[in-house]
């Protein structure tokens, strides 16, 4: 049997989203009729999907790296950019996945559930989207913003029907090799299994899975030897079967006391909420290696008392082959019993999509301190997205960006975190840094602003830079000295929007 890959990580990389198409129609006898920049397309989201058709993890293990499709950009003409595709990863049922940091994120019980892992970037809308009535023919679009990226641990747990319990050399990867096609490594030395190991096993019609795991030995619950971690495996399974070595010659070790060592460190593992625990599941007792005849007798001696305390028992020996279809036959008769039972449960959820996120808190700023004085950094997804959709090489968007930011209340939370004018900003992880004018305009004045008029709709009285600056200045009132120096700052290459937001060069 292939080796059993049961843990990886995988690095996802969802596609971003397209940008948005800055265009404007043109007709015969009116060259510039509207904007018209179609929408980018979102990116293609990553999505994990429970399935039969996967049964390992080893894929993932041999390629780790998995992307989805970006978004296609806008166009001309209102043509939307196409949704990048998303990607389907299949899993295995009974594959548990965790963040980077181990928090779990959905565990997949069943056949057909669905979760996004990564989410796609958005589209950015095209001009023609940002048209409004105070903004004829917007000369900007909005950037698509980036997919999720990073890494996601994937664990499989061996969901088995019947899962073998017992000490060190047993005789449990014997019995799986007896019963089934798999081929675990056997030897006389305690932890020869490593790894759970899987078996398939057929009866009659029906078909079971059983999974051997590694020896447990007395402390396993607390962490001794192997067995704790691979406990994990059997979480799941229908029943546990008890193999118990008849023949061994530690002094110290008989069957009842094997069983009785055993039961306790099962009930101490603490089983995840909403699982049955491992000692409530049906249980049924092998006792093995009755090819040899001290062991036989061992075994004839202690099954009534086994039978007494309510265990169905077999006598076995992996070696002869003896009992092997009689104990067949009980854990099939087990499982079918079991599943029959499920069936009748309510079914449970089979579809699960992770809702978007939703931020209620719609940002919060932090103060940091720093050399150059205090920094005020921006947290939330809003003003974080707006930054990624923000094309900086435009002054228009750069202004749009800044209104968005006002509305949202930046200015208000500033200023009651003690900002002054002037003060650092950044927002998100971006290492954009602002410095901060707070914005002092009514909001009635900031609609009748001149931002978002394209100056191409306006030939009659298309201004000149020199001239709409003069205008622009003449509307301000006290704060107009200080803008005056804003603007000069922005023929010195350095970017002002209108509301006093400045990015500075370079400094990202
Ligand atoms: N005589 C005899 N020996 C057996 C029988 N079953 C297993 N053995 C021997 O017992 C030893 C241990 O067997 P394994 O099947 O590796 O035991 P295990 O329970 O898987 O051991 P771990 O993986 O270490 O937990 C091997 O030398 C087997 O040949 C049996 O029915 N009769
Ligand atoms: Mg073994």
């Keep these: 049997m292939a080796t059993f890959v049961d843990q990886v990580t995988l690095h996802l990389q969802a596609g971003d989203g397209g940008d948005g198409c800055v265009s404007v129609r043109r007709e ?22 429970a399935s039969t058709q996967a049964t390992t993890l080893l894929n993932y293990h041999r390629s780790p790296h998995r992307s989805s499709d970006k978004g296609r950009a806008g166009m001309g003409d209102h043509r939307n950019g196409a949704r990048g595709e998303d990607l389907e990863l299949l899993v295995p049922v009974g594959t548990v996945v965790s963040s980077a940091d181990g928090e779990v994120i959905v565990d997949f019980e069943h056949e057909g559930m669905r979760y996004v892992i990564a989410e796609g970037g958005m589209g950015g809308f095209g001009n023609a989207r940002l048209a409004s009535t105070k903004r004829k023919a917007p000369g900007f679009a909005l950037l698509g913003t980036e997919g999720w990226s990073g890494d996601v641990r994937l664990e499989l747990k061996t969901v088995a029907d019947v899962a073998l319990v017992g000490y060190p050399s047993a005789g449990k990867s014997s019995l799986i090799a007896a019963m089934s096609a798999a081929r675990p490594k056997i030897a006389d030395y305690p932890f020869t299994t490593l790894h759970p190991n899987l078996g398939v096993v057929a009866s009659g019609q029906s078909r079971y899975t059983i999974a051997d795991v590694p020896g447990l030995i007395e402390g396993a619950s607390e962490g001794r030897g192997l067995g704790l971690e691979f406990l994990r495996h059997i979480e799941r399974s229908s029943a546990l079967l008890h193999v118990i070595d008849c023949a061994t010659l530690e002094t110290a070790r008989d069957p009842l006391t094997d069983l009785e060592r055993l039961k306790s460190e ?3 593992y603490p089983v995840p909420a909403g699982q049955t625990p491992l000692l409530e599941r ?22 009534p008392d086994l039978e007494e305390m309510g265990y169905r028992v077999f006598l076995i ?12 036959f009980a854990l099939a008769e087990v499982v079918e019993r079991d599943r029959a039972a499920r069936e009748s449960e309510p079914a449970p959820e089979r579809i699960v ?46 202004g749009y960006f800044a209104d968005r930011l006002q509305k949202l209340g930046i200015d208000e939370a500033l200023i009651a975190k003690g900002a002054k004018a002037g003060a650092s900003v950044t927002i998100g992880q971006s ?19 001149n931002r978002g008029t394209d100056p191409r709709f306006d030939e009659a009285d298309r201004a000149t830079r020199a001239e709409r600056k003069r205008q622009y200045h003449a509307r301000m009132d006290a704060k107009a000295a200080a803008r005056d120096e804003l603007l000069e700052e922005r023929e010195l290459g350095k970017w002002t929007d209108d509301e006093g937001f400045e990015i500075r060069n370079g400094e990202e």
């Design 353 to 398: 999509i992770k809702p978007r996120s939703v931020d209620r808190r719609e940002f919060e700023v932090k103060v940091e301190g720093g050399s150059y004085g205090d920094t005020y950094r921006i947290l939330g997804a809003k003003p974080e997205r707006w930054l990624q959709q923000t094309d900086f090489s435009n002054d228009e968007a750069v």
């Design 282 to 303: 049906q249980q049924i007792v092998a006792l093995n290696k009755i090819d040899v005849p001290e062991a036989r007798e061992l075994a004839e001696f202690v099954k």
């Design 317 to 328: 020996s992996t070696v002869s082959h003896e009992g092997l279809r009689q104990l067949n």
């Design 28 to 49: 015969k006898f009116k060259p510039l009729a509207g904007p018209d920049g179609g929408d980018g397309g979102d990116g293609g989201d990553i999505i994990l999907v």
């Design 431 to 449: 290492g954009r840094v602002f410095d901060w004018e707070p914005t002092m305009t009514s909001a009635a004045e900031v609609q009748v602003g």
């Design 266 to 268: 099962l009930a101490a």
